[in-house]
């Protein structure tokens, strides 16, 4: 049966596989995934929000007012993170990523995620 997925739809299934990889790869190096997690394409950007990111331990260090630590263990395991979540874009887009950046935010407890892409049709390096 011959694909009925327009440009769309098949945008949306490529975001949807991509917010599942990143919840799932943090969910793996923290041992709680975000809760909720959306994923926007838009020509060469990636960026995806996350809520609920918080551990129950990160969420009782926030309790105590230690913001920066958690903050900083963060940002540690973005770095830790980098490469197998570079690699899930790149498997599921097809495309290279030049550039990761990432952040997160306590109150409200988000996160974000930004991938930038070597423009369409350029080969990988």
Known sequence: MASTQTGASLSGSKSAAI?????RTIS????RGPT???TYLNDDV???ILRDTLTKGERSLVADELDDLVLAMRKAYQSTMRDDLITGIET???RTVTAFMS???IDPDTAVEVFLLAPAGEASG
């Open 36 to 38: 909720k997690a959306r």
């Open 19 to 23: 917010s599942n990889h990143i919840v």
């Open 46 to 48: 990636v960026t995806c």
């Open 92 to 94: 599921i887009l097809g």
């Open 103 to 105: 952040d997160n935010h």
């Open 28 to 31: 793996e190096y923290t041992g």
